[in-house]
T-cell receptor
Framework: DTGVSQDPRHKITKRGQNVTFRCDPI?????LYWYRQTLGQGPEFLTY????????KSRLLSDRFSAERPKGSFSTLEIQRTEQGDSAMYLC??????????FGPGTRLTVT | SQQGEEDPQALSIQEGENATMNCSYK?????LQWYRQNSGRGLVHLIL?????REKHSGRLRVTLDTSKKSSSLLITASRAADTASYFC????????????FGKGTRLSVIA
C-alpha cells in the first residue's frame, strides 16, 4: 500500500535560487493539494488540482510560485527567486473528491 | 486565513487520562475533520464528521459537532504516550468546492 510521497524531504537553498518539489499522490485519487506550514501553525492551503486541472489558487501563492500536474498524476511545485520567508514545510495531500485527505511527509525548505 | 481555532493551544496529561480538545469555526461547513501530526511529520487523518451528524466514534476517539454553535470537540480516552502529537481540526466550507481550512492546532503531551 503506497501512500503519498514527496521528494525531496529536505531542501536547503540560498536566497534567489529556484527550487522544485515533487509529489506523487495515491494512484486512484483525483484531487491533489499543496499546503504550506510554518512552525506552530496549521497547514495553509496553496493550490489544488482535480485531475490535471488547477482549480484554485490561494492568495498566498505569489507569482513566484507555480504548480503543475501533467496528465493528472504527480505534481510539481516550483518556487522561483526564493526568499527567506519561503522557509516552511510544504505538504502535499491527495483525496477522492471531497473525502478525507491523505498527506505526504512534507518537504522542509530552508532558505539561507 | 485559518477558520478553525483549537482550544487549548497546549494540553499536558498523565497516561490513562482523557484528553479533550475543542475547535470553533466561523462559516457554514460541509464537514469537519480532525488530523494528528507527530513532530516534523505529515498529517494523519483521524475522523470526519459531516454537518448533519452530531457525534462519531472511532476506537478511543469521540468527536462531537454542534453546528448551531459552530464548534466541535475531540475526546481521546485512556490516553497513551504515543498519543503525544499536535491535533488539528479542519473544516470544509459549505460554499462550493473549497479545500480544507485548518486551525492552529492543540499540542497534546501525554506523560507516562
Amino acid at each position: 500500500d503506497t501512500g503519498v510521497s514527496q521528494d525531496p524531504r529536505h531542501k536547503i537553498t540560498k536566497r534567489g535560487q529556484n527550487v522544485t518539489f515533487r509529489c506523487d499522490p495515491i494512484s486512484e485519487h483525483n484531487r491533489l493539494y499543496w499546503y504550506r506550514q510554518t512552525l506552530g501553525q496549521g497547514p495553509e492551503f496553496l493550490t489544488y488540482f482535480q485531475n490535471e486541472a488547477q482549480l484554485e489558487k490561494s492568495r498566498l501563492l505569489s507569482d513566484r510560485f507555480s504548480a503543475e500536474r501533467p496528465k493528472g498524476s504527480f505534481s510539481t511545485l516550483e518556487i522561483q527567486r526564493t526568499e527567506q520567508g519561503d522557509s516552511a514545510m510544504y505538504l502535499c495531500a491527495s483525496s477522492r473528491l471531497t473525502y478525507e485527505q491523505y498527506f505526504g511527509p512534507g518537504t522542509r525548505l530552508t532558505v539561507t | 486565513s485559518q477558520q478553525g481555532e483549537e482550544d487549548p493551544q497546549a494540553l499536558s496529561i498523565q497516561e490513562g487520562e482523557n484528553a479533550t480538545m475543542n475547535c470553533s469555526y466561523k462559516t457554514s461547513i460541509n464537514n469537519l475533520q480532525w488530523y494528528r501530526q507527530n513532530s516534523g511529520r505529515g498529517l494523519v487523518h483521524l475522523i470526519l464528521i459531516r454537518s448533519n451528524e452530531r457525534e462519531k466514534h472511532s476506537g478511543r476517539l469521540r468527536v462531537t459537532l454542534d453546528t448551531s454553535k459552530k464548534s466541535s470537540s475531540l475526546l481521546i480516552t485512556a490516553s497513551r504516550a504515543a498519543d503525544t502529537a499536535s491535533y488539528f481540526c479542519a473544516t470544509q466550507p459549505a460554499s462550493g468546492n473549497t479545500p480544507l481550512v485548518f486551525g492552529k492546532g492543540t499540542r497534546l503531551s501525554v506523560i507516562a
